[in-house]
């Protein structure tokens, strides 16, 4: 037993995200097109989506060693393909990863893969324990089970607003009461920045970083996630990764896809 733990602290541990991967087709026009009018298209491309999916590429081109967990095809275009389950979560070997961050989707099945976890890290000392994360993006009821779940709650604007609150301030103080005791809070608002609240209960805020150009805003919101998972996962304090991710997402948003944003990364 001794040997196989330190067998474990000497593998690097990798980030996790489990949620979608999907395939993105985006077609660039000259102006956002008026109600019912036809629109030629400039360019068209495809490209690899999917909130986790994103997350697990920015997280690859920060140097975060990290794996994916979702439903793959063996053609380039499927529908109805199902969500990870809580019978395909048990198969992993946990001792693998130091975080896991979970998009917010099947709700029921999410729920029992994070009390799996709670419970592997209650027999751990902290310093061996997974820290957890979840998004929760969209604004339907059952998702908001898996607010008092998480170590670390991603909450968007679109479910902020549907639960009454129209600023990430009002957003951050609104919610608090809905996570477990010692958990983050992080509500990111486009233009506005993003807001958090910190283990302690102090509220931080970045703001935006617009690039001088906006060209691309597809999965800017998971550039900004995975850019904060990045830096607490690495040690670094909260109103720090909220700024980085910040920087990040606006970066990202100079650029069509990630490929182009490596670099830039890289200087970060």
């Not at 957890?132 to 998480?150: M, Q």
Request: charged share 20%; proline share 4%; glycine share 8%.
């Amino acid at each position: 037993m001794e040997e196989q733990q330190q067998g474990e602290q000497t593998k690097p541990k990798k980030i996790l995200c489990i949620g979608l991967v999907c395939l993105d087709i985006i077609s660039v026009v000259d102006k956002f097109p008026e109600e019912d009018s036809d629109s030629r298209c400039v360019s068209q491309r495809w490209q690899r989506g999917g909130n986790a999916s994103n997350s697990c590429t920015v997280l690859s081109l920060l140097g975060s060693p990290c794996a994916f967990m979702g439903s793959l095809c063996a053609g380039p275009v499927a529908s109805n393909i199902p969500d990870v389950t809580f019978e395909d979560f048990s198969a992993l070997d946990l001792s693998a990863f130091k975080w896991i961050h979970w998009e917010g989707r099947n709700a029921d099945e999410q729920l029992k893969m994070m009390a799996a976890v709670e419970r592997r890290n209650a027999a751990l000392p902290r310093q061996r324990r997974i820290v957890t994360s979840v998004e929760i993006e969209k604004p339907r009821e059952n998702l908001y089970r898996l607010f008092p779940h998480a170590d670390v709650v991603f909450v968007s604007k679109d479910v902020s607003r549907q639960l009454g609150f129209h600023t990430p301030q009002n957003a951050i103080r609104g919610l608090a009461g809905r996570l477990r005791a010692g958990a983050v809070l992080i509500c990111a608002w486009a233009e506005k920045g993003a807001d958090a609240l910190d283990a302690d209960g102090t509220l931080l805020h970045s703001d935006a970083f617009p690039p001088q150009h906006l060209v691309d805003t597809l999965g800017a919101g998971d550039t900004f996630n995975a850019a904060v998972v990045h830096k607490l996962a690495n040690g670094c304090r909260l109103q720090e990764a909220l700024t980085f991710g910040c920087r990040v997402a606006g970066a990202k948003c100079g650029f069509h896809g990630y490929d182009a944003i490596a670099d830039q990364l890289t200087q970060m």
